[in-house]
Nanobody, 120 residues
């Protein structure tokens, strides 16, 4: 029943911008952190950015000062604004949610990804 759906991916030239969105639906318990990961061809999935329920943000060094993550709590939506994109940013971008159940158990959910392609 829990579902995370990413959108906003596409193809852009180097230096361009994209804004990704992740909308959560279903019976999701109290969410602690929303994060973005990415996986390029032949690469492992890597952390990109995250935002906590109190607004604290973290960024991978490779995207710091170029990407901005935000969380619109009333809309159950997280955004990843990506500026000055580089070819090495080409990857499938995944939304991740970390939450706590009514019993205090840690739960984790993943979206299916949205593809970002940056040309040289």
């Amino acid at each position: 029943q829990v579902q995370l759906v990413e959108s906003g991916g596409g193809s852009v030239p180097a230096g361009g911008s994209l804004r990704l969105a992740c909308v959560a639906s279903g019976n999701i318990p109290s969410t602690y952190v929303l994060a973005w990961y990415r996986q390029g061809p032949g690469n492992q999935r890597e952390f990109v950015a995250s935002v906590s329920n109190i607004g604290l943000t973290k960024y991978a060094d490779s995207v710091k000062d170029r990407f901005t993550v935000s969380w619109d709590i009333p809309k159950d939506t997280t955004y990843l604004q990506m500026n000055n994109l580089k070819p090495e940013d080409t990857a499938n971008y995944f939304c991740n949610a970390v939450a706590l159940s009514d019993y205090g158990h840690k739960l984790e959910y993943w979206g299916k990804g949205t593809l970002v392609t940056v040309s040289s």
